[in-house]
């Protein structure tokens, strides 16, 4: 009898011990992998909605305007100051620059 009154007991103690694991892994959540998700779905929607003409960074460090988007996933990027053309993979775009292409 006694020793199912101190089993029954110990219960709610054993759960009180995982809220503060819970807790954490809460903590987590909402300050590290939400805040990735956001920026991962933002990255994919400039990606999705790059145009002819826009001002793009490279993850290579490279800065050019769009002047032709592919089929097959690539960009074709006036790098300045001689002009050149270069084919670059659509993933391979960090950021958006401007919105035009500046003259």
Do not use: C, H, W
Not at 44 to 69: D, F, P, W, Y
Not at 84 to 103: M, P, T, Y
């Amino acid at each position: 009898m006694l020793l199912n009154l101190l089993i029954q007991a110990n219960a709610p103690n054993s759960l009180l011990g995982f809220l503060p694991i819970l807790l954490i892994f809460a903590i987590f959540y909402f300050l590290l992998f939400l805040p990735m998700q956001r920026q991962k779905k933002q990255q994919q929607k400039m990606l999705r909605e790059l145009q002819n003409g826009q001002v793009v960074l490279t993850s290579g460090g490279v800065i050019g305007t769009i002047i032709a988007i592919n089929e097959d996933d690539t960009l074709v990027l006036r790098v300045r100051p001689d002009n050149v053309k270069l084919q670059v993979a659509r993933s391979a775009v960090s950021s958006l620059i401007s919105g035009e292409a500046k003259k």
